[in-house]
């Protein structure tokens, strides 16, 4: 969160690393940022994650280095922190190697998601992409919509039903 009307070269050095580094903020008033805390903020107040967060576009070929077929989690609009968690602990008992979601609109991975998901999120791989349509047009992700359609047009890969098809997939059972 940054204060609305700061000026300078030391805020123009601070917003270009922030555009840099691909961070979220939002510019706000003061007072809410004097509601946050009380100390001398200096107009600046920042929350971190308790995960850190994959780079999706090194983990996908790092899976296929290791033998592995990527098993990807896309989660779009998910912005209930405890749905988000119970998505997790379901995706981590099913064998997902990685949940991407949208750097904007998503929900904040914080200590109600970490205790609803039982601490699936500190097994899992979690990447945030800033364009969730964009990232489809990559050719790794291509592949895996392609492997998903695939396996939902031909009735589940020859199960009868997706949760079949995960669980042979995986050899195990949900």
Do not use: W
Request: hydrophobic share 40%.
């Amino acid at each position: 969160m940054v204060q609305k009307g700061l000026r300078g070269d030391l805020y123009h050095d601070f917003y270009q690393l922030l555009k840099a580094h691909n961070i979220f903020f939002q510019h706000v008033p003061a007072q809410a940022l004097n509601r946050i805390t009380r100390k001398n903020h200096q107009g600046v107040v920042a929350f971190l994650s308790p995960i850190s967060y994959a780079n999706l576009e090194a983990e996908i070929p790092f899976l296929y280095e290791q033998g592995k077929t990527p098993f990807v989690l896309l989660l779009d609009r998910i912005t209930d922190v405890r749905n988000f968690g119970a998505i997790a602990r379901t995706a981590e008992c099913s064998g997902v190697d990685i949940i991407v979601i949208p750097s904007r609109g998503a929900a904040i991975i914080n200590e109600d998601a970490i205790k609803t998901s039982a601490g699936a999120l500190h097994k899992i791989k979690v990447a945030r992409v800033p364009n969730m349509v964009r990232k489809r047009g990559r050719r790794h992700i291509q592949s895996l919509y392609a492997l998903f359609r695939c396996l939902l047009q031909n009735t589940y890969g020859g199960h009868h039903s997706f949760s079949q098809c995960v669980c042979s997939r995986r050899h195990s059972y949900v």
